[in-house]
């Protein structure tokens, strides 16, 4: 009897130190990846689907989490220093990173099986503003190939398949600065906020006689500007295609899509600084959109043999050029080119609303 109450006893204060472990340390519980369903991400206050979160505690007190394509610019961030405070259900976060070029604050909380986090960022960059496409001079291209030689790519025909002329890379930089006087018709502004997003207002209309003036949603663009010359785009190709039609009836998969984005899209800017109002003129270039060609291939291998490129007339009846012609012809020429520079131009404009 004796050695059954030792036995109890040594039992007692084993049990007693396993649930004083877990109490400290129950976090430890929690570690591991987050995502899809188990990952409630808000960024802006705005859902952010599509993301990865990595939850550490070593000690039920403070944690690190590294989030995954989450902050504009990074493909990893490292929050070291996150605070826990334990409830019932698990614990509530609170963390912050600060640089002189952007402030990032997390809250949230996390349970077993979940984590519901809140991401608010504020950066500090020369285009935060909003920026009207010039009507006058919407865009212009430069495309010039390392021989000196134009490169057909495709035949400008009519309705009827009669052919009017060839469209080549020379007649491109050419004609696409005339054709892009129409984009006033669907790009109206953009605007670079402070938190990171990138806002455009767009005609969602179908019809061509009536204009429906739209905004982006949040999180539907990203941007980070590198220097004073340089800048990323980073879209969201699911939330994009729940906006714009034309996007959602793509044939290419939307996820193959998003993963050739996940390193953004390059750009670069001339920012006119010394005048009033200030100027800027946005461009791709050749190195960029080379990195296109197995994507402008695939495209090319899917598109219908019927799909047509309407080119608008001032006059007379609209002409047209086979988007399948096109995609094949185009990653031959690209492999030609010297320069290839595709670019548009804004001006700023004040909001009235945040005006003092």
């Not at 039920?60 to 590294?66: F, H, N, P, R």
């Not at 809140?118 to 909003?130: E, M, R, T």
């Not at 799909?307 to 988007?323: H, R, V």
């Amino acid at each position: 009897m004796k050695r059954f109450f030792v036995l109890m006893a040594i039992l007692g204060i084993a049990f007693c130190f396993a649930c004083g472990d877990d109490n400290g340390d129950g976090s430890l519980n929690l570690n591991g990846s987050y995502s899809g369903d188990a990952l409630k991400l808000t960024y802006s206050d705005v859902v952010f689907p599509g993301k990865t979160v990595v939850f550490s505690s070593q000690d039920g007190q403070g944690a690190s989490l590294t989030l995954n394509g989450v902050i504009p610019g990074e493909l990893e961030t490292v929050i070291s220093e996150v605070e826990l405070l334990q409830d019932n259900a698990g614990y509530q976060l609170t963390g912050k990173d600060e640089n002189i070029h952007q402030a990032i604050n997390l809250t949230g909380k996390i349970e077993k099986g979940l984590l519901v986090l809140g991401v608010n960022v504020k950066f500090d960059n020369v285009l935060i503003g909003k920026w009207l496409l010039n009507e006058k001079k919407p865009g212009s291209v430069i495309w010039t190939t390392v021989d000196g030689e134009s490169v057909t790519l495709a035949e400008i025909t009519t309705a009827n398949g009669v052919r009017i002329m060839s469209l080549t890379t020379k007649t491109v930089a050419t004609l696409l600065p005339m054709l892009m006087k129409e984009l006033t018709n669907y790009l109206k502004d953009i605007s670079f906020l402070a938190d990171g997003n990138l806002l455009a207002t767009y005609n969602a209309s179908e019809s061509e006689t009536a204009a429906d003036w739209k905004s982006l949603d949040l999180n539907s663009i990203h941007y980070y500007v590198e220097d004073e010359t340089n800048c990323c785009i980073y879209p969201n190709v699911e939330t994009l295609a729940s906006q714009i039609p034309a996007l959602d009836t793509m044939k290419i998969e939307k996820s193959m899509l998003q993963q050739f984005l996940v390193n953004g899209v390059p750009l670069n800017f001339d920012l006119k600084e010394d005048v009033d109002p200030r100027t800027l003129y946005m461009y791709v270039d050749e190195e960029y959109i080379k990195q296109l060609i197995p994507l402008i291939k695939m495209a090319g291998s899917v598109v219908p043999e019927d799909a047509k490129i309407e080119i608008p007339a001032t006059s007379g009846s609209p002409l047209y050029i086979s988007l399948k012609e096109l995609l094949t012809n185009l990653p031959v020429a690209l492999e030609k080119t010297e320069t290839l520079e595709i670019g548009l131009n804004f001006i700023e404009t004040k909001d009235p609303s945040k005006s003092e």
